[in-house]
Nanobody
Framework: VQLQASGGGLVQAGGSTRLSCSGSGFTWEYWAIGWFRQAPGKEREGITYISMNGDTTYYIDSVKGRFTISRDNAQKTAHLQMNSLRPEDTAVYFC???????????????WGHGTQVTVSS
């Protein structure tokens, strides 16, 4: 199983960037996909998830209205569009596969390697 995150880098505050996640070695369309992040000195936090067919999404309050998660099952990819970035968004971002049973998001089953996003003020 592989989850590969890409994108990110150095972005100015107020700017935008897009992260991508590609999956292999598992049945992509059977799994919800999510993004976690870990800022320096802080615990990892789940920031957004998307259901298997994309009809249900979740965002933590701090990214609502600024970040958008999407997926393309034909391409086995997911994306995180990040707008209006703030210095506090600086973190390593991880793509994950998790279970969504229609009422609950479960802990990630698989993790990809992280990609750094640094937002300069």
């Amino acid at each position: 199983v592989q989850l590969q995150a890409s994108g990110g880098g150095l972005v100015q505050a107020g700017g935008s960037t897009r992260l991508s996640c590609s999956g292999s070695g598992f049945t992509w369309e059977y799994w919800a996909i999510g993004w976690f992040r870990q800022a320096p000195g802080k615990e990892r936090e789940g920031i957004t998830y998307i259901s298997m067919n994309g009809d249900t999404t979740y965002y933590i309050d701090s990214v609502k209205g600024r970040f958008t998660i999407s997926r393309d099952n034909a391409q086995k990819t997911a994306h995180l569009q990040m707008n209006s970035l703030r210095p506090e968004d600086t973190a390593v971002y991880f793509c994950v596969a998790l279970v969504w049973d229609g009422s609950r998001w479960y802990d990630p089953h698989w993790w990809g390697h992280g990609t750094q996003v640094t937002v300069s003020s």
